[in-house]
Protein backbone atom coordinates (compact mmCIF):
# COMPACT_ATOMS: atom_id res chain seq x y z
CA UNK A 1 0.00 0.00 0.00
CA UNK A 2 2.97 2.70 0.83
CA UNK A 3 4.14 4.82 -1.60
CA UNK A 4 7.47 4.99 -2.24
CA UNK A 5 9.58 7.73 -3.81
CA UNK A 6 13.78 8.52 -4.28
CA UNK A 7 15.57 11.07 -5.40
CA UNK A 8 18.91 11.81 -6.46
CA UNK A 9 19.95 14.22 -9.09
CA UNK A 10 20.40 18.17 -9.17
CA UNK A 11 17.46 19.66 -7.24
CA UNK A 12 17.40 19.60 -3.64
CA UNK A 13 16.13 16.78 -2.51
CA UNK A 14 13.34 18.12 -0.06
CA UNK A 15 11.45 20.05 -2.29
CA UNK A 16 11.56 16.72 -4.78
CA UNK A 17 10.43 14.58 -2.22
CA UNK A 18 7.59 16.36 -0.87
CA UNK A 19 6.13 16.92 -4.55
CA UNK A 20 6.27 13.67 -5.57
CA UNK A 21 4.98 12.19 -2.00
CA UNK A 22 1.84 14.73 -2.59
CA UNK A 23 1.08 13.29 -5.47
CA UNK A 24 1.63 9.55 -3.45
CA UNK A 25 -1.18 9.98 -0.81
CA UNK A 26 -3.18 8.33 -2.23
CA UNK A 27 -1.05 5.27 -1.31
CA UNK A 28 -1.69 5.60 2.73
CA UNK A 29 -1.77 8.73 4.30
CA UNK A 30 -1.88 7.66 8.03
CA UNK A 31 1.83 8.99 7.94
CA UNK A 32 4.56 10.49 6.24
CA UNK A 33 8.47 11.26 6.29
CA UNK A 34 11.62 12.03 4.52
CA UNK A 35 15.00 11.07 5.08
CA UNK A 36 17.60 13.70 3.32
CA UNK A 37 21.74 13.21 3.21
CA UNK A 38 22.29 16.59 3.94
CA UNK A 39 26.53 15.73 5.33
CA UNK A 40 24.78 13.94 7.54
CA UNK A 41 21.25 11.88 7.66
CA UNK A 42 18.65 13.89 8.66
CA UNK A 43 15.41 12.17 9.03
CA UNK A 44 11.71 14.04 9.61
CA UNK A 45 8.37 12.35 9.77
CA UNK A 46 5.23 13.45 11.01
CA UNK A 47 1.36 11.54 11.95
CA UNK A 48 -1.33 12.34 9.28
CA UNK A 49 -0.83 14.31 5.94
CA UNK A 50 2.35 14.85 3.85
CA UNK A 51 1.69 18.94 5.03
CA UNK A 52 2.48 18.31 8.81
CA UNK A 53 6.42 16.78 7.60
CA UNK A 54 6.71 19.71 5.14
CA UNK A 55 6.29 22.28 7.85
CA UNK A 56 9.23 20.45 9.33
CA UNK A 57 11.54 20.26 7.38
CA UNK A 58 14.50 23.30 7.25
CA UNK A 59 16.57 24.45 4.60
CA UNK A 60 18.54 21.76 3.27
CA UNK A 61 20.90 21.61 0.62
CA UNK A 62 21.12 17.59 0.25
CA UNK A 63 20.27 16.19 -3.38
CA UNK A 64 20.03 12.67 -2.23
CA UNK A 65 17.19 11.87 -0.38
CA UNK A 66 13.95 9.06 0.60
CA UNK A 67 10.11 10.11 1.18
CA UNK A 68 7.71 7.54 2.09
CA UNK A 69 3.64 7.88 2.94
CA UNK A 70 2.31 5.30 5.05
CA UNK A 71 -0.51 2.72 5.36
CA UNK A 72 -0.32 0.80 8.64
CA UNK A 73 0.18 -3.17 8.86
CA UNK A 74 2.70 -3.30 11.80
CA UNK A 75 1.96 -1.13 14.51
CA UNK A 76 0.15 1.56 15.01
CA UNK A 77 -0.34 4.87 13.70
CA UNK A 78 2.60 6.92 15.34
CA UNK A 79 5.28 8.87 14.81
CA UNK A 80 7.68 5.73 15.69
CA UNK A 81 6.04 3.90 13.51
CA UNK A 82 6.00 6.12 10.19
CA UNK A 83 9.10 5.53 7.84
CA UNK A 84 12.33 6.28 6.91
CA UNK A 85 13.37 4.00 9.56
CA UNK A 86 17.30 4.64 10.42
CA UNK A 87 20.10 2.05 11.80
CA UNK A 88 21.59 2.52 15.47
CA UNK A 89 24.09 4.70 14.13
CA UNK A 90 21.90 7.01 12.35
CA UNK A 91 24.04 6.64 8.98
CA UNK A 92 21.37 3.73 7.18
CA UNK A 93 17.95 5.14 6.42
CA UNK A 94 15.17 3.00 4.78
CA UNK A 95 11.46 2.97 3.61
CA UNK A 96 9.64 -0.10 3.05
CA UNK A 97 6.47 -1.34 1.11
CA UNK A 98 5.62 -5.02 1.85
CA UNK A 99 5.21 -7.16 4.83
CA UNK A 100 8.55 -9.12 6.50
CA UNK A 101 6.65 -12.50 7.34
CA UNK A 102 9.72 -13.51 9.50
CA UNK A 103 10.76 -10.33 10.79
CA UNK A 104 9.89 -11.51 14.99
CA UNK A 105 12.69 -13.88 14.92
CA UNK A 106 15.19 -11.68 12.89
CA UNK A 107 14.43 -8.69 15.51
CA UNK A 108 14.84 -11.05 18.56
CA UNK A 109 18.15 -12.32 16.91
CA UNK A 110 19.14 -8.56 16.16
CA UNK A 111 18.24 -7.22 19.97
CA UNK A 112 20.56 -10.04 20.98
CA UNK A 113 23.28 -8.69 19.18
CA UNK A 114 22.29 -5.10 20.73
CA UNK A 115 20.39 -3.50 18.46
CA UNK A 116 17.88 -0.73 19.81
CA UNK A 117 14.54 -0.80 18.28
CA UNK A 118 12.22 2.47 18.41
CA UNK A 119 9.70 1.28 16.41
CA UNK A 120 7.15 -1.88 16.37
CA UNK A 121 7.33 -2.22 12.59
CA UNK A 122 8.61 -4.59 10.44
CA UNK A 123 10.63 -2.51 8.25
CA UNK A 124 12.58 -1.94 10.74
CA UNK A 125 14.52 -4.74 11.33
CA UNK A 126 15.42 -4.67 7.66
CA UNK A 127 17.55 -1.10 8.46
CA UNK A 128 19.46 -2.85 11.54
CA UNK A 129 20.09 -5.94 9.61
CA UNK A 130 21.40 -4.07 6.69
CA UNK A 131 23.71 -1.98 9.47
CA UNK A 132 25.11 -5.59 10.78
CA UNK A 133 26.27 -6.45 7.52
CA UNK A 134 27.22 -2.80 6.06
CA UNK A 135 31.13 -3.16 5.20
CA UNK A 136 31.60 0.05 3.23
CA UNK A 137 28.90 -0.92 0.35
CA UNK A 138 25.58 -0.22 0.46
CA UNK A 139 24.52 -2.43 -2.46
CA UNK A 140 26.44 -5.58 -0.95
CA UNK A 141 24.59 -4.98 2.15
CA UNK A 142 20.96 -5.02 0.75
CA UNK A 143 22.03 -7.86 -1.09
CA UNK A 144 23.38 -10.34 1.97
CA UNK A 145 20.30 -9.08 3.66
CA UNK A 146 17.67 -9.89 1.06
CA UNK A 147 18.80 -13.13 1.51
CA UNK A 148 17.20 -13.76 4.92
CA UNK A 149 13.95 -12.08 4.25
CA UNK A 150 10.60 -13.91 3.80
CA UNK A 151 7.74 -11.95 2.80
CA UNK A 152 6.73 -8.94 0.07
CA UNK A 153 9.19 -5.81 -0.35
CA UNK A 154 9.59 -2.66 -1.78
CA UNK A 155 12.67 -0.87 -0.30
CA UNK A 156 14.78 1.98 -1.04
CA UNK A 157 17.92 2.71 1.16
CA UNK A 158 20.35 5.47 1.55
CA UNK A 159 23.80 6.21 3.49
CA UNK A 160 25.41 8.83 4.28
CA UNK A 161 29.02 7.30 4.01
CA UNK A 162 27.97 6.90 -0.03
CA UNK A 163 25.83 10.74 -0.51
CA UNK A 164 24.84 10.63 -4.14
CA UNK A 165 23.32 6.48 -4.28
CA UNK A 166 20.50 4.96 -3.70
CA UNK A 167 19.47 1.38 -3.85
CA UNK A 168 16.45 -0.32 -4.66
CA UNK A 169 15.00 -3.79 -4.29
CA UNK A 170 12.08 -5.58 -5.00
CA UNK A 171 9.89 -8.53 -4.32
CA UNK A 172 5.94 -8.87 -5.31
CA UNK A 173 5.67 -5.04 -4.07
CA UNK A 174 6.09 -1.89 -7.24
CA UNK A 175 9.14 -0.37 -8.00
CA UNK A 176 9.79 1.58 -10.67
CA UNK A 177 12.91 3.52 -11.70
CA UNK A 178 12.16 7.36 -13.49
CA UNK A 179 14.81 8.15 -15.65
CA UNK A 180 15.77 11.73 -15.88
CA UNK A 181 18.52 14.17 -17.44
CA UNK A 182 20.84 13.91 -14.42
CA UNK A 183 19.18 13.06 -11.56
CA UNK A 184 17.28 9.42 -11.04
CA UNK A 185 14.28 8.39 -8.98
CA UNK A 186 12.72 5.29 -7.66
CA UNK A 187 8.78 5.27 -7.29
CA UNK A 188 5.93 2.90 -6.36
CA UNK A 189 3.86 4.47 -8.71
CA UNK A 190 4.56 6.29 -12.08
CA UNK A 191 1.97 9.56 -11.47
CA UNK A 192 4.58 10.00 -8.72
CA UNK A 193 6.83 11.09 -11.70
CA UNK A 194 5.73 12.40 -13.77
CA UNK A 195 6.02 16.26 -13.52
CA UNK A 196 10.13 15.12 -13.88
CA UNK A 197 10.44 12.40 -16.33
CA UNK A 198 8.34 10.18 -18.30
CA UNK A 199 10.99 7.89 -18.90
CA UNK A 200 10.93 4.59 -16.55
CA UNK A 201 12.36 1.35 -16.32
CA UNK A 202 10.42 -1.77 -14.33
CA UNK A 203 12.15 -3.16 -11.84
CA UNK A 204 11.46 -7.05 -11.51
CA UNK A 205 10.78 -9.31 -8.54
CA UNK A 206 14.35 -9.97 -7.28
CA UNK A 207 15.79 -7.13 -8.70
CA UNK A 208 18.47 -4.89 -7.21
CA UNK A 209 19.10 -0.79 -8.39
CA UNK A 210 21.60 1.33 -7.77
CA UNK A 211 20.95 4.88 -9.24
CA UNK A 212 23.45 8.18 -8.86
CA UNK A 213 22.14 11.02 -10.54
CA UNK A 214 23.91 9.87 -13.91
CA UNK A 215 23.36 6.29 -14.11
CA UNK A 216 21.25 3.68 -13.44
CA UNK A 217 22.40 -0.07 -12.78
CA UNK A 218 19.97 -3.12 -12.14
CA UNK A 219 21.19 -6.50 -11.59
CA UNK A 220 19.64 -10.08 -10.01
CA UNK A 221 20.20 -11.51 -7.28
CA UNK A 222 23.43 -13.06 -8.25
CA UNK A 223 24.93 -9.67 -8.89
CA UNK A 224 24.42 -10.23 -12.72
CA UNK A 225 23.82 -6.70 -14.07
CA UNK A 226 20.55 -6.53 -16.31
CA UNK A 227 19.72 -4.67 -18.98
CA UNK A 228 16.76 -2.84 -18.73
CA UNK A 229 14.56 -1.18 -21.37
CA UNK A 230 13.56 2.15 -20.96
CA UNK A 231 9.64 2.81 -21.20
CA UNK A 232 8.15 6.46 -22.80
CA UNK A 233 4.98 6.59 -20.66
CA UNK A 234 2.09 8.67 -22.22
CA UNK A 235 0.58 10.33 -19.21
CA UNK A 236 1.13 13.93 -18.46
CA UNK A 237 0.84 16.08 -15.69
CA UNK A 238 -2.11 17.30 -16.03
CA UNK A 239 -3.38 13.57 -16.04
CA UNK A 240 -2.70 13.45 -12.56
CA UNK A 241 -4.34 16.82 -11.51
CA UNK A 242 -7.54 17.78 -10.60
CA UNK A 243 -7.74 20.52 -12.91
CA UNK A 244 -9.95 22.80 -11.23
CA UNK A 245 -12.35 20.15 -10.25
CA UNK A 246 -12.46 20.02 -6.05
CA UNK A 247 -11.50 16.28 -5.89
CA UNK A 248 -10.03 14.25 -8.39
CA UNK A 249 -12.88 11.74 -7.67
CA UNK A 250 -15.55 14.84 -9.24
CA UNK A 251 -12.53 15.15 -12.05
CA UNK A 252 -12.54 11.26 -12.59
CA UNK A 253 -16.12 10.90 -12.88
CA UNK A 254 -16.52 13.65 -16.09
CA UNK A 255 -13.37 12.31 -17.56
CA UNK A 256 -15.74 9.22 -18.63
CA UNK A 257 -17.55 10.44 -21.82
CA UNK A 258 -13.20 10.21 -22.76
CA UNK A 259 -12.01 6.93 -20.98
CA UNK A 260 -14.64 5.02 -22.63
CA UNK A 261 -13.76 6.38 -25.86
CA UNK A 262 -10.28 5.81 -25.07
CA UNK A 263 -11.28 1.81 -23.82
CA UNK A 264 -12.56 1.54 -27.01
CA UNK A 265 -9.63 3.57 -29.28
CA UNK A 266 -8.10 0.88 -31.84
CA UNK A 267 -10.52 -1.93 -30.82
CA UNK A 268 -13.89 -1.82 -32.96
CA UNK A 269 -13.62 -1.94 -37.07
CA UNK A 270 -16.78 -0.80 -37.98
CA UNK A 271 -16.15 -1.93 -41.56
CA UNK A 272 -15.15 -5.71 -40.90
CA UNK A 273 -17.92 -4.99 -37.51
CA UNK A 274 -15.23 -7.00 -35.69
CA UNK A 275 -13.15 -6.52 -32.74
CA UNK A 276 -9.26 -5.96 -32.80
CA UNK A 277 -7.06 -7.32 -30.25
CA UNK A 278 -3.22 -7.38 -30.11
CA UNK A 279 -1.89 -11.07 -31.52
CA UNK A 280 -1.30 -12.75 -28.02
CA UNK A 281 -4.88 -11.64 -26.88
CA UNK A 282 -6.33 -12.87 -29.81
CA UNK A 283 -4.25 -16.31 -29.62
CA UNK A 284 -5.93 -16.41 -25.96
CA UNK A 285 -9.60 -16.17 -27.18
CA UNK A 286 -9.34 -18.24 -29.91
CA UNK A 287 -7.79 -21.31 -28.20
CA UNK A 288 -10.65 -23.43 -27.33
CA UNK A 289 -11.60 -22.17 -24.24
CA UNK A 290 -14.40 -24.22 -22.32
CA UNK A 291 -14.79 -21.78 -19.32
CA UNK A 292 -13.57 -18.63 -18.24
CA UNK A 293 -12.72 -17.78 -14.13
CA UNK A 294 -13.13 -14.25 -13.26
CA UNK A 295 -10.29 -12.78 -10.55
CA UNK A 296 -10.43 -9.45 -9.21
CA UNK A 297 -11.25 -7.51 -5.81
CA UNK A 298 -13.19 -5.17 -4.81
CA UNK A 299 -14.71 -2.62 -7.62
CA UNK A 300 -12.81 -4.32 -10.18
CA UNK A 301 -14.87 -7.88 -9.01
CA UNK A 302 -17.96 -6.01 -9.24
CA UNK A 303 -16.83 -4.88 -13.05
CA UNK A 304 -15.97 -8.83 -13.76
CA UNK A 305 -19.78 -9.84 -12.47
CA UNK A 306 -20.72 -7.43 -14.93
CA UNK A 307 -18.92 -9.17 -17.49
CA UNK A 308 -19.65 -12.48 -16.25
CA UNK A 309 -23.11 -11.26 -17.46
CA UNK A 310 -21.81 -9.83 -20.84
CA UNK A 311 -20.24 -13.22 -21.62
CA UNK A 312 -22.62 -15.35 -20.95
CA UNK A 313 -25.01 -13.30 -22.77
CA UNK A 314 -22.94 -13.20 -25.82
CA UNK A 315 -21.57 -15.99 -25.91
CA UNK A 316 -21.84 -19.77 -24.89
CA UNK A 317 -18.86 -20.03 -22.33
CA UNK A 318 -20.15 -20.16 -18.68
CA UNK A 319 -18.00 -17.63 -16.70
CA UNK A 320 -16.88 -18.03 -13.20
CA UNK A 321 -16.43 -15.05 -11.22
CA UNK A 322 -14.44 -15.12 -7.70
CA UNK A 323 -12.76 -12.87 -5.10
CA UNK A 324 -9.28 -13.15 -5.54
CA UNK A 325 -8.60 -13.39 -2.16
CA UNK A 326 -10.48 -16.71 -2.08
CA UNK A 327 -9.99 -18.15 -6.06
CA UNK A 328 -5.75 -18.62 -4.82
CA UNK A 329 -6.68 -20.71 -1.77
CA UNK A 330 -10.06 -22.61 -3.26
CA UNK A 331 -9.70 -21.60 -7.12
CA UNK A 332 -11.11 -24.40 -9.37
CA UNK A 333 -8.31 -25.46 -11.21
CA UNK A 334 -9.47 -26.25 -14.32
CA UNK A 335 -6.71 -26.36 -17.16
CA UNK A 336 -8.61 -25.52 -19.98
CA UNK A 337 -10.56 -22.16 -18.01
CA UNK A 338 -8.80 -18.80 -19.41
CA UNK A 339 -8.34 -16.84 -16.58
CA UNK A 340 -9.20 -13.07 -16.68
CA UNK A 341 -7.68 -11.02 -13.94
CA UNK A 342 -9.36 -7.11 -13.10
CA UNK A 343 -7.03 -4.83 -11.57
CA UNK A 344 -6.78 -1.06 -12.28
CA UNK A 345 -3.52 -1.37 -10.45
CA UNK A 346 -1.88 -4.41 -11.47
CA UNK A 347 -0.29 -4.48 -8.38
CA UNK A 348 -3.21 -6.05 -5.47
CA UNK A 349 -1.47 -8.40 -4.00
CA UNK A 350 -4.79 -10.74 -3.68
CA UNK A 351 -5.28 -10.37 -7.23
CA UNK A 352 -1.66 -11.58 -8.57
CA UNK A 353 -1.52 -14.54 -5.82
CA UNK A 354 -4.54 -15.92 -8.10
CA UNK A 355 -2.91 -15.07 -11.34
CA UNK A 356 0.04 -16.91 -10.04
CA UNK A 357 -1.72 -19.72 -8.86
CA UNK A 358 -3.64 -19.53 -12.01
CA UNK A 359 -0.81 -20.38 -13.75
CA UNK A 360 0.83 -23.21 -11.59
CA UNK A 361 -2.32 -24.71 -12.51
CA UNK A 362 -1.38 -24.47 -16.03
CA UNK A 363 -3.85 -22.00 -16.93
CA UNK A 364 -3.47 -19.19 -19.66
CA UNK A 365 -4.39 -15.96 -18.05
CA UNK A 366 -5.43 -12.39 -19.86
CA UNK A 367 -5.28 -9.10 -17.01
CA UNK A 368 -7.54 -6.32 -17.54
CA UNK A 369 -5.61 -3.34 -16.07
CA UNK A 370 -5.03 0.54 -16.27
CA UNK A 371 -1.04 0.07 -15.66
CA UNK A 372 1.30 -0.70 -18.36
CA UNK A 373 4.15 -2.47 -16.84
CA UNK A 374 2.61 -3.44 -13.48
CA UNK A 375 3.41 -6.61 -12.49
CA UNK A 376 0.21 -8.12 -13.58
CA UNK A 377 1.68 -7.07 -17.05
CA UNK A 378 4.12 -9.03 -16.79
CA UNK A 379 2.96 -12.28 -15.09
CA UNK A 380 0.29 -13.05 -17.20
CA UNK A 381 0.03 -14.24 -20.72
CA UNK A 382 -1.63 -11.13 -22.26
CA UNK A 383 -3.13 -7.82 -21.38
CA UNK A 384 -5.50 -5.20 -22.54
CA UNK A 385 -5.18 -2.22 -21.09
CA UNK A 386 -7.94 0.08 -19.65
CA UNK A 387 -6.30 3.20 -21.34
CA UNK A 388 -7.88 5.34 -18.84
CA UNK A 389 -5.00 7.66 -17.74
CA UNK A 390 -4.29 7.53 -13.79
CA UNK A 391 -6.87 7.49 -11.87
CA UNK A 392 -6.04 9.09 -7.89
CA UNK A 393 -9.35 8.89 -5.80
CA UNK A 394 -9.04 5.98 -3.97
CA UNK A 395 -12.69 5.23 -5.47
CA UNK A 396 -12.41 3.60 -8.34
CA UNK A 397 -14.76 5.57 -10.91
CA UNK A 398 -13.65 5.77 -14.30
CA UNK A 399 -11.74 2.20 -14.34
CA UNK A 400 -14.46 0.72 -13.60
CA UNK A 401 -16.58 1.71 -16.60
CA UNK A 402 -13.69 1.31 -18.62
CA UNK A 403 -12.62 -2.01 -17.26
CA UNK A 404 -16.56 -3.08 -18.76
CA UNK A 405 -15.78 -1.25 -21.52
CA UNK A 406 -13.25 -4.54 -21.92
CA UNK A 407 -14.92 -6.65 -21.16
CA UNK A 408 -18.18 -6.20 -23.58
CA UNK A 409 -15.13 -6.03 -26.19
CA UNK A 410 -14.14 -9.35 -25.01
CA UNK A 411 -17.61 -10.61 -25.02
CA UNK A 412 -18.03 -9.49 -28.54
CA UNK A 413 -14.82 -10.78 -29.90
CA UNK A 414 -15.97 -14.56 -28.07
CA UNK A 415 -19.07 -14.03 -29.61
CA UNK A 416 -18.22 -13.28 -33.12
CA UNK A 417 -15.35 -15.95 -33.16
CA UNK A 418 -17.59 -18.89 -31.41
CA UNK A 419 -20.55 -17.58 -34.18
CA UNK A 420 -23.19 -17.06 -31.00
CA UNK A 421 -23.23 -13.71 -31.95
CA UNK A 422 -24.47 -12.67 -35.50
CA UNK A 423 -23.12 -9.87 -37.10
CA UNK A 424 -26.00 -7.99 -37.14
CA UNK A 425 -26.31 -7.95 -33.39
CA UNK A 426 -22.58 -7.45 -33.11
CA UNK A 427 -22.78 -4.64 -35.16
CA UNK A 428 -25.83 -2.99 -32.76
CA UNK A 429 -23.54 -3.48 -29.72
CA UNK A 430 -20.83 -1.62 -31.37
CA UNK A 431 -23.08 1.22 -32.11
CA UNK A 432 -24.53 0.99 -28.66
CA UNK A 433 -21.22 1.18 -27.07
CA UNK A 434 -19.64 4.26 -29.78
CA UNK A 435 -23.48 5.94 -28.21
CA UNK A 436 -22.16 5.79 -24.82
CA UNK A 437 -19.17 9.06 -24.05
CA UNK A 438 -22.69 11.09 -25.23
CA UNK A 439 -24.91 9.73 -23.25
CA UNK A 440 -22.62 10.17 -20.40
CA UNK A 441 -22.76 13.88 -20.83
CA UNK A 442 -26.37 14.02 -20.60
CA UNK A 443 -26.01 11.96 -17.74
CA UNK A 444 -23.16 14.48 -16.12
CA UNK A 445 -25.52 17.48 -17.44
CA UNK A 446 -28.43 16.05 -14.91
CA UNK A 447 -25.72 16.64 -12.30
CA UNK A 448 -27.74 19.01 -10.03
CA UNK A 449 -30.67 16.40 -9.85
CA UNK A 450 -28.59 13.71 -8.57
CA UNK A 451 -27.50 16.53 -5.98
CA UNK A 452 -31.23 16.98 -5.38
CA UNK A 453 -31.46 13.64 -4.35
CA UNK A 454 -28.07 13.25 -2.39
CA UNK A 455 -30.01 15.71 0.24
CA UNK A 456 -32.83 13.49 0.53
CA UNK A 457 -30.81 10.76 1.71
CA UNK A 458 -27.98 12.37 2.89
CA UNK A 459 -29.08 12.32 6.18
CA UNK A 460 -29.89 8.00 6.30
CA UNK A 461 -27.79 5.94 7.94
CA UNK A 462 -28.44 3.41 5.74
CA UNK A 463 -29.22 2.77 1.84
CA UNK A 464 -29.87 -0.11 0.07
CA UNK A 465 -29.50 -0.36 -3.78
CA UNK A 466 -31.41 -3.34 -5.69
CA UNK A 467 -30.97 -4.46 -9.39
CA UNK A 468 -32.05 -7.59 -11.23
CA UNK A 469 -29.60 -9.05 -13.79
CA UNK A 470 -26.73 -7.09 -15.32
CA UNK A 471 -28.11 -4.36 -12.21
CA UNK A 472 -27.34 -6.37 -9.78
CA UNK A 473 -23.36 -5.81 -9.94
CA UNK A 474 -23.95 -2.47 -10.44
CA UNK A 475 -26.11 -2.22 -7.22
CA UNK A 476 -22.92 -4.06 -5.52
CA UNK A 477 -21.05 -1.13 -6.48
CA UNK A 478 -23.22 1.75 -6.47
CA UNK A 479 -23.61 0.33 -2.41
CA UNK A 480 -19.55 0.26 -2.27
CA UNK A 481 -19.07 3.39 -4.01
CA UNK A 482 -21.75 4.75 -0.88
CA UNK A 483 -19.99 3.08 1.81
CA UNK A 484 -16.67 3.88 0.91
CA UNK A 485 -16.56 7.68 0.55
CA UNK A 486 -19.65 8.74 2.71
CA UNK A 487 -19.05 5.97 5.81
CA UNK A 488 -22.94 5.73 4.90
CA UNK A 489 -24.08 1.96 5.37
CA UNK A 490 -25.49 0.57 2.48
CA UNK A 491 -25.82 -2.70 0.70
CA UNK A 492 -26.17 -3.90 -2.55
CA UNK A 493 -29.07 -6.65 -3.32
CA UNK A 494 -30.63 -8.83 -6.25
CA UNK A 495 -33.73 -7.58 -5.92
CA UNK A 496 -35.26 -10.39 -5.80
CA UNK A 497 -33.51 -11.53 -2.55
CA UNK A 498 -34.86 -8.84 -0.41
CA UNK A 499 -38.12 -10.94 0.69
CA UNK A 500 -35.29 -13.59 1.88
CA UNK A 501 -33.66 -11.58 5.16
CA UNK A 502 -33.20 -8.15 4.24
CA UNK A 503 -36.56 -6.49 4.17
CA UNK A 504 -36.29 -6.79 8.04
CA UNK A 505 -33.43 -4.26 7.88
CA UNK A 506 -36.08 -1.74 6.14
CA UNK A 507 -37.55 1.10 8.14
CA UNK A 508 -39.26 4.47 6.75
CA UNK A 509 -35.74 6.10 7.12
CA UNK A 510 -33.80 3.69 4.86
CA UNK A 511 -34.13 5.02 1.33
CA UNK A 512 -33.89 2.29 -1.42
CA UNK A 513 -32.34 2.84 -4.99
CA UNK A 514 -33.48 1.08 -7.91
CA UNK A 515 -32.31 0.66 -10.89
CA UNK A 516 -34.72 -0.60 -13.57
CA UNK A 517 -34.39 -1.17 -17.25
CA UNK A 518 -36.59 -2.31 -20.16
CA UNK A 519 -35.65 -5.52 -20.32
CA UNK A 520 -37.04 -9.05 -19.39
CA UNK A 521 -36.79 -8.46 -15.26
CA UNK A 522 -38.85 -4.69 -15.92
CA UNK A 523 -42.43 -5.98 -14.42
CA UNK A 524 -40.39 -8.26 -11.35
CA UNK A 525 -38.55 -4.88 -10.65
CA UNK A 526 -41.86 -2.89 -10.47
CA UNK A 527 -42.99 -5.30 -8.35
CA UNK A 528 -40.03 -5.20 -6.21
CA UNK A 529 -40.42 -1.30 -5.59
CA UNK A 530 -44.23 -1.81 -4.89
CA UNK A 531 -43.15 -4.17 -1.85
CA UNK A 532 -40.41 -1.90 -0.62
CA UNK A 533 -42.87 1.22 -1.18
CA UNK A 534 -45.39 -0.90 1.05
CA UNK A 535 -43.16 -0.76 3.95
CA UNK A 536 -42.79 3.04 3.80
CA UNK A 537 -39.59 3.26 2.52
CA UNK A 538 -39.07 5.75 -0.04
CA UNK A 539 -37.10 4.56 -3.69
CA UNK A 540 -35.35 6.36 -6.10
CA UNK A 541 -35.28 4.49 -9.27
CA UNK A 542 -32.49 5.13 -11.62
CA UNK A 543 -34.55 4.48 -14.86
CA UNK A 544 -34.40 5.01 -18.82
CA UNK A 545 -35.64 8.51 -19.99
CA UNK A 546 -38.43 7.15 -21.61
CA UNK A 547 -40.06 5.54 -18.96
CA UNK A 548 -42.94 7.45 -18.36
CA UNK A 549 -44.45 5.28 -15.79
CA UNK A 550 -41.72 5.04 -12.74
CA UNK A 551 -42.84 7.98 -11.82
CA UNK A 552 -46.02 6.94 -10.22
CA UNK A 553 -44.22 3.96 -8.77
CA UNK A 554 -40.79 5.75 -7.24
CA UNK A 555 -40.48 8.41 -5.14
CA UNK A 556 -37.49 10.49 -7.05
CA UNK A 557 -36.22 9.36 -10.16
CA UNK A 558 -33.15 10.02 -12.15
CA UNK A 559 -33.03 9.06 -15.76
CA UNK A 560 -30.53 8.21 -18.00
CA UNK A 561 -30.43 8.00 -22.03
CA UNK A 562 -32.32 4.98 -23.90
CA UNK A 563 -29.71 3.46 -25.72
CA UNK A 564 -31.56 -0.19 -25.89
CA UNK A 565 -28.63 -2.24 -25.07
CA UNK A 566 -26.86 -3.39 -22.50
CA UNK A 567 -24.49 -0.61 -22.86
CA UNK A 568 -26.71 1.35 -20.83
CA UNK A 569 -24.95 -0.08 -17.88
CA UNK A 570 -22.14 2.24 -18.24
CA UNK A 571 -24.38 5.85 -18.00
CA UNK A 572 -26.44 3.96 -14.97
CA UNK A 573 -22.59 3.74 -13.17
CA UNK A 574 -22.69 7.44 -13.54
CA UNK A 575 -25.59 8.35 -12.09
CA UNK A 576 -24.62 6.05 -9.06
CA UNK A 577 -21.18 7.57 -8.94
CA UNK A 578 -22.13 11.18 -8.92
CA UNK A 579 -24.86 10.10 -5.96
CA UNK A 580 -21.94 8.79 -4.02
CA UNK A 581 -19.71 11.97 -4.91
CA UNK A 582 -22.70 14.40 -3.61
CA UNK A 583 -23.52 12.52 0.03
CA UNK A 584 -19.82 12.40 0.53
CA UNK A 585 -19.20 15.92 0.07
CA UNK A 586 -22.55 16.96 1.99
CA UNK A 587 -21.38 14.97 4.64
CA UNK A 588 -18.19 16.54 4.61
CA UNK A 589 -16.31 13.42 4.14
CA UNK A 590 -12.76 12.98 2.81
CA UNK A 591 -13.88 12.00 -0.86
CA UNK A 592 -10.47 11.40 -2.20
CA UNK A 593 -9.19 9.91 0.62
CA UNK A 594 -11.30 7.71 2.70
CA UNK A 595 -10.69 6.81 5.94
CA UNK A 596 -8.62 3.79 6.10
CA UNK A 597 -8.26 2.71 2.85
CA UNK A 598 -5.74 3.44 0.04
CA UNK A 599 -5.81 3.34 -3.74
CA UNK A 600 -3.22 0.28 -4.48
CA UNK A 601 -3.92 -2.92 -2.08
CA UNK A 602 -0.31 -4.04 -2.32
CA UNK A 603 -0.30 -6.57 1.40
CA UNK A 604 -2.73 -9.61 0.93
O1 LIG B 1 -6.24 -2.05 -8.32
P1 LIG B 1 -7.36 -3.04 -8.20
O2 LIG B 1 -8.41 -2.85 -9.24
O3 LIG B 1 -6.88 -4.45 -8.16
O4 LIG B 1 -8.02 -2.74 -6.79
C1 LIG B 1 -9.02 -3.57 -6.27
C2 LIG B 1 -9.78 -2.88 -5.15
O5 LIG B 1 -8.93 -2.60 -4.09
C3 LIG B 1 -10.42 -1.58 -5.63
O6 LIG B 1 -11.26 -1.81 -6.72
C4 LIG B 1 -11.24 -0.91 -4.52
O7 LIG B 1 -12.31 -1.72 -4.15
C5 LIG B 1 -11.70 0.43 -5.03
N1 LIG B 1 -10.75 1.43 -4.72
C6 LIG B 1 -13.02 0.82 -4.52
O8 LIG B 1 -13.45 2.01 -5.09
Excluded at 300 to 316: A, N, P, R
Excluded at 319 to 330: G, N, T
Excluded at 587 to 601: G, Q, T, W
Amino acid sequence: MCGIIGYVGFRKASTVLIDCLKRLDYRGYDSAGVAIIDKKMKVYKEVGEIANVEKTIPKLDGTTGIGHTRWATHGKVNKENAHPHVSCNKKIALIHNGIIENYKKLREELEKNGHIFTSQTDTETIVHLIEQEYKGNLEDAVCSVLKKLKGSYALVVICEDEPGKIVGARKESPLVIGVGDNENFLASDIPALLKYTNRVMYLDDGEVCIITKDKVTVFDSNKKQIKKKENIIDWTIKDAEKSGFPHFMLKEIYDQPDTIHQALRGRISEINRSIEFPIRVEKLLGNGIDSIHIVACGTSYYSGLVGKYLIEQLTDIPVIVELASEYRFFGIKNKSALVIAITQSGETADTLAALRQAENSGCKTLVITNMIGSTATRISDGFLLTQSGPEIGVAATKTFTAQIVVLFLIALKLGLLRRTLGSDEAYHHIIGLKEIPQQIRQVLEKNNDILDVAKKISHAQSVFFIGRGINYPLSLEGALKLKEISYVHAEGFAAGELKHGPFALLTKETPVVAIVTHDATYEKILTNIGEVKARGSPVIAIADEQDTDIINQADFVLSFPSNNDLSSCLSITVILQLLAYHVANLRKCSIDKPRNLAKSVTVE
